[in-house]
């Protein structure tokens, strides 16, 4: 089964650091792109930011680059945001997902599988 | 940054009742839209990618259309576990975009 398992989450206080995680497995990890979407309360969905299989390319929202760092682990198929400087409008749900359709790679979406999401609470 | 503007932001429907869904981009996006449903408390799932293919095990009642900077979203006949909230996105151009969303619920 195709799975992405986020983790993580928590409350932070506004300035704080957060690390989150996204075990995968299901498909072949190494070849994909990977994501990160958020939604904060009462809003719509906000990419966050991509990585590229072999971690060469790197693309962020400009709301968190600097302050956000995603990475990946091809060894142990898993995908990270490092969420440092927290700001009270980074509260959301964060999801991990796949980008690609089925076993086609693509770059930029669409995001075929979501994982369940992990809630970032930042306050005081 | 490429903007999509969704319309209209609530649509009241009865189960049955075909569904038009809209989303236009800013700039030309060519055929890299994709359409996502998403409920309460779950996360967004794919429906439709390059503006007219159903992702796998999408049932036929949802098809898509369009090109450059309109698309359209149809459900010919709303199930009732069809409502719920829809969102287009751009993958032509960084950064990646969703629109605003369309609420569909029941009348």
């Known amino acids: 089964e195709v799975q992405l398992v986020e983790s993580g989450g928590g409350l932070v206080q506004p300035g704080g650091s957060l690390r989150l995680s996204c075990a995968a497995s299901?498909?072949?990890?190494?070849?994909?792109?990977m994501s990160w979407v958020r939604e904060a309360p009462g809003k719509g969905l906000e990419w966050v930011a991509s990585i590229k299989p072999d971690d060469s390319e790197i693309k962020y929202v400009d709301s968190v680059r600097g302050r956000f760092t995603i990475s990946r682990d091809n060894a142990k198929n898993s995908l990270y945001l490092q969420m440092n400087s927290l700001r009270a409008d980074d509260t959301a749900v964060y999801y991990c997902?796949?980008?690609?359709?089925?076993?086609?790679?693509?770059?930029?979406?669409?995001?075929?599988?979501w994982g369940q999401g992990t809630k970032v609470t930042v306050s005081s | 940054e490429i903007v999509l503007t969704q319309s209209p932001a609530t649509l009241s429907l009865s189960p049955g009742e075909r569904a038009t869904l809209s989303c236009r981009a800013s700039q030309t996006i060519s055929n890299y839209l994709a359409w996502y449903q998403q409920k309460p408390g779950q996360a967004p799932r794919l429906l439709i990618y390059d503006a007219s293919n159903r992702a796998t095990g999408i049932p036929a009642r949802f098809s898509g259309s369009g090109s450059g900077t309109d698309f359209t979203l149809t459900i010919s006949s709303p199930e009732p576990e069809d409502f719920a909230v829809y969102y287009c996105?751009?993958?032509?151009?960084?950064?990646?975009?969703f629109g605003q969303g369309t609420r569909l619920e029941i009348k």
């Open positions: 997902a796949k980008v690609g359709i089925n076993t086609v790679v693509t770059r930029g979406g669409p995001f075929d599988i």
């Open positions: 299901g498909f072949t990890f190494r070849s994909f792109w």
């Open positions: 996105q751009q993958r032509s151009d960084w950064p990646l975009t």
